[in-house]
């Protein structure tokens, strides 16, 4: 069994930083592509970023120049820093993973509210 926990979201401002972190436990072997996706009220989740096991980068064009993903391989997190955020940014975020046990499989973590308001 594994287990995405997410931490992080809260209300912010306009134009002020968040960070989101995941952290993946179980009986892992090892852990391919992270990513975050962001699903705002009524919307499709879509992806923010993703990040390979060997730290490519992609993010979506919204989180370009703001937002910075980054992972801890030997810890097994994944963490989101969210920079100059905006009403549009508001969303649930969800840490999603592709988790090696005895097969690999993409587990997803349960969410995080993001909400930026004044």
């Known amino acids: 069994q594994v287990q995405l926990v997410e931490s992080g979201g809260g209300l912010v401002q306009p134009g002020g930083s968040r960070r989101l972190s995941c952290a993946a436990s179980?009986?892992?072997?090892?852990?391919?592509?992270m990513a975050w996706y962001g699903q705002a009220l009524g919307k499709q989740r879509e992806l923010v970023a993703r990040i390979s096991a060997g730290d490519n980068t992609n993010y979506a064009g919204s989180a370009k120049c703001r937002f910075t993903i980054s992972r801890d391989n030997a810890k097994n997190t994944v963490t989101l820093q969210m920079n100059s955020l905006n009403p549009d940014d508001t969303a649930i975020y969800y840490c999603?993973?592709?988790?090696?046990?005895?097969?690999?499989?993409?587990?997803w973590g349960q969410g995080t509210q993001v909400t930026v308001s004044s």
């Open positions: 999603y993973a592709v988790v090696r046990t005895s097969y690999p499989y993409v587990y």
């Open positions: 179980g009986m892992i072997v090892s852990v391919n592509d």
